[in-house]
């Protein structure tokens, strides 16, 4: 097996007495789609935060393609390629969605823009957050302001920004979320796309999403990882179908 691209050694979080995330051990290998599941409140959303490093872990190690990342801020780890896809409350509503890809293509490049002019350097930052948008599937609503995207829509957005960054490794925290069957349907589709060319790490609740998408699904349970392993192996076993109260919602 190749090298693990993200490598999580023994993470714990604890807000005082709740311990969150407990001793959580896994490693995500390069090209794949690895999906973390778990019942609300087993601390999903806090390990995509301590992966992406916006929220500091207690104790354990994070490593990203060999090296240990732990002590470095969230733009240094998106600056390697680990990079979280952006919440809808960061898009700018007034701003086309275009503008809102292009912003995040000159955050990535940083300084360097400094030596285009103005002309070529619209295009330098255009370009690229085009192709992002097509990308999403997004390229015809391009000079749409964002604020007047469909919920889909901008959950797409998120994702082209996402891109934007060029990470190698794309974290995304239940990118179903408030979507109505067609609009999921498109994100499942452009989640589809994506995989064949990055590694994902995915929080989803839809678990028709999860077990069509993953390669590998992570069960959290009460802050531990209980199940690592394929959707057929993880949909079959005892320990995480008790897990999950309804049983129905793994069927
Ligand atoms: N800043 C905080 N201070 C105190 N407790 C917190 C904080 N953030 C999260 N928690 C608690 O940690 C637990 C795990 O929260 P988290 O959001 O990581 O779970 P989750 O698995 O993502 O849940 P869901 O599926 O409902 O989104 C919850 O009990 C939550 O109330």
Redesign the pocket.
Known sequence: MADPLLELRHLRKA?GA?V?TDDVSLSVQPGELHAII?P???????LIHQISGTLSSDSGSVLFAGEDVTGLSMPQRVGRGLARSFQITSILPAFSALENVALAVQARAGSSFRFFGNASQEKALNEPAMDCLAQVGLAARAHIPAGLLSHGEKRQLELAIGLATEPRLLLLDEPLAGTGHDESQRVVETLRRLKSRLTIVLIE?DMDAVFSLADRVSV?VYGRVIATDTPERIRANPEVRAAYLGEEEMV
């Not at 609300?40 to 806090?46: F, Q, R, S």
Request: avoid cysteine.
């Open positions: 807000y709740l969150v778990g609300n409140g087993a601390g999903k959303t806090t609740h959290l």
